[in-house]
């Protein structure tokens, strides 16, 4: 399957400071990425969509300024969780869908285990 | 409403034994697909299988089959001879050709293989 690469795999930041996360797709062309978030023994909860050169659609109750979501281009998408507080800690993972037939499932990153102190 | 349901949250089967994940879904789009997802504890997400709206047949990949009744909405996922390293959260999701490309996932159920 295609491969997705997702970065970093764990961070630690202070409260009030941004963190950046990156999801790239490595060997397909990716038109939409997902980011997701996780709580610890919950299921995984759709933030925002992003198409590559327009702004991302966010889910009902995700605040976009905080949340930044950028897709500069087919293979790369970065959340930025702004001013980041405790209770932002959370599982973020991204997903990817190829471009074209033959895939229709999609692909995730690792995922990155955000805390925040 | 609930589009993915998983009755089970917690599974347990003896390693080399078939254990059987339920999964039922709600849409009324004709057209969509459904998936089912393994995540281990380092918290990856792993594509275990695909069933198409239209697809006659069930989808089978290696040791996993899906058991897709539509009438019943229901996609159940079937592990045969089970191994430790089964032992995993696993989630079936959907995603709706009306609804654009997100995928709903179900809330999973954790599966334990004993040894």
């Known amino acids: 399957g295609a491969v997705v690469s997702q970065h970093p795999s764990r961070v630690i930041c202070k409260s009030g400071t941004s963190v950046k996360i990156e999801c790239r797709s490595l060997?397909?062309?990716?038109?939409?990425m997902f980011w997701y978030r996780q709580f610890p023994k919950q299921s995984l909860m759709l933030m925002a969509t992003?198409?590559?050169?327009?702004?991302?659609?966010?889910e009902q109750g995700v605040e976009k300024d905080k949340f930044l979501i950028n897709h500069a281009s087919l293979t790369l998408s970065t959340l930025t969780v702004t001013s980041a507080h405790p209770e932002d800690s959370s599982f973020y993972i991204c997903?990817?869908?190829?471009?074209?037939?033959?895939?229709?499932?999609?692909?995730f990153g690792q995922g990155t285990r955000l805390t925040v102190v | 409403a609930q589009k993915i349901t998983q009755t089970q949250p917690g599974m347990f089967v003896q390693e080399k034994e078939a254990v059987t994940l339920d999964c039922t879904y709600d849409?009324?789009?004709?057209?969509?697909?459904l998936f089912w997802y393994k995540q281990p504890s380092s918290g990856e997400m792993i594509f275990l299988i695909y069933?198409?709206?239209?697809?006659?047949q069930n989808a089978t990949e290696g040791r996993y089959s899906l058991n897709f009744q539509k009438a019943r909405k229901s996609a159940n996922l079937v592990i045969s001879a089970s191994q430790l390293g089964d032992s995993a959260m696993y989630f079936c999701?959907?995603?709706?050709?009306?609804?654009?490309?997100?995928?709903?996932f179900g809330p999973g159920t954790r599966l334990s293989v004993l040894p």
């Open positions: 997903s990817a869908r190829a471009r074209g037939q033959g895939f229709p499932e999609a692909f």
């Open positions: 060997d397909f062309q990716a038109t939409t």
């Open positions: 992003s198409n590559e050169g327009s702004k991302a659609t966010y």
């Open positions: 849409t009324s789009d004709p057209s969509y697909g």
């Open positions: 069933q198409g709206s239209y697809d006659q």
């Open positions: 999701a959907m995603r709706e050709q009306n609804y654009g490309q997100n995928f709903v």
